[in-house]
């Protein structure tokens, strides 16, 4: 699972797995001009800080990222359930605005320190490939091919987008240190998993960086307290969800050039053929980042 889209498309979306059930666990001063320089004793006014407006996404051919996520399952004390990796290759700035995934894996350990088991490939995200709109993603019948309890690899799809969505689509509206409110109240419907609610997402650039020797705007984003209910294969969960993390943008591309994702869900989960509950604690973290720096 862009624009200002106030619609399902602005969710971040978390999922997991608990034994052996899949279910959903889910900054940038630009400165125009030259370098700001120190403030002398005339009192020269300083130059005044803003993003490039009109500026589009430049996909200077297909560029590829590799994106990992760790989920962290515990207990309700903290305890280290399980952990579970997946990884996988995102190219965008194919032919007509699609985006292809390569190479998606998962590993899994027990416990806090077991070494994870080898990684077992995903054959049928191999070459999934579709246009680059994040909206699409959310519609029925989009994920036909994958089995149904595979949400950790539709997590993929809809993080990816989402990163992309807060990084490149709100240049015009971003202020420097002034939290914009993107959504709020908002439902989103996921098709044969369940549903969540955006309370509301924030949007704040918060300064000026580097990465892969661009200039970037960092963009930080969360959304706090929003409910969410899974019902998935057999397994259901009430639960609530936290979210947010960091975005590099290149001010020159709009590219991104790294993002990070952080989620914490605590809720009730029912596993299938049982009828007791138990409550599930699952912290996930997540980096975006190009395999190439150009």
């Not at 800080?49 to 051919?61: A, F, M, Y």
């Not at 190219?91 to 899994?108: M, S």
């Not at 950790?152 to 509206?173: C, K, P, S, T």
């Amino acid at each position: 699972m862009r624009i200002k889209i106030t619609s399902p498309f602005t969710t971040e979306i978390l999922f997991w797995a608990v034994c052996g059930l899949v279910g959903q666990s889910l900054f940038i001063q630009t400165l125009v001009g030259q370098s700001l320089p120190v403030q002398s004793l005339s009192h020269q006014s300083a130059p005044t800080w803003s993003l490039p407006q009109g500026l589009r996404v430049k996909d200077d051919g297909p560029r590829t990222y590799r994106f990992t996520v760790v989920y962290n399952t515990t207990s309700a004390k903290g305890e280290m359930l399980l952990r579970q990796r997946l990884t996988g290759e995102y190219t965008r700035g194919l032919l007509g605005g699609d985006v292809v995934w390569k190479n998606v894996a998962q590993a899994d350990a027990a416990g806090a320190t077991a070494p994870f088991a080898a990684p077992q490939k995903r054959d049928f995200m191999e070459g999934f490939r579709y246009h680059n709109d994040l909206g699409d993603t959310l519609k029925p019948g989009f994920f036909k091919a994958f089995p149904p309890t595979a949400v950790f690899e539709r997590n993929l799809v809809w993080d990816a987008g989402m990163i992309e969505h807060f990084g490149q689509d709100y240049f015009e509206h971003l202020k420097l240190n002034e939290p914009y409110h993107s959504v709020s109240n908002e439902d989103v419907t996921m098709p044969e998993v369940g549903t969540f609610h955006n309370r509301e997402v924030v949007l704040e650039w918060i300064g000026r960086s580097q990465r892969n020797g661009q200039d970037c705007a960092l963009i930080r984003y969360e959304a706090f307290l929003n409910p969410l209910e899974i019902d998935n294969g057999g397994m259901t969960l009430k639960a609530r969800s936290n979210y947010w993390g960091q975005i590099w943008v290149s001010l020159a591309t709009k590219q991104i050039e790294y993002g990070t994702l952080n989620e914490t869900v605590v809720g009730e989960l029912k596993l299938a053929g049982q009828d007791a509950t138990q409550i599930i604690n699952v912290i996930r973290n997540g980096t975006l980042e190009p395999l190439n720096a150009k």
